[in-house]
């Protein structure tokens, strides 16, 4: 799996708070990352916290 962020992201880090395992903000913006199934729940409530909705979760 993986979590993506578009050009959307405000650099909140909200996301990176949320699952510091997948994003980051070394680039200013939020970066994601590949992830398993493990972290499936934190990348899901980062994705649902996102106030600009700019996480997508691909298989």
Do not use: H, W, Y
Request: glycine share 8%; proline share 5%; aromatic share 4%.
């Amino acid at each position: 799996m993986k979590a993506t962020v578009n050009e959307s992201c405000i650099s909140c880090g909200l996301c990176a708070g949320a699952c510091p395992e997948v994003f980051n903000l070394d680039s200013g913006v939020a970066q994601g990352s590949e992830f398993g199934e493990e972290l499936l729940p934190q990348v899901q409530e980062a994705r649902d916290s996102c106030p600009v909705s700019a996480i997508s979760i691909e298989e």
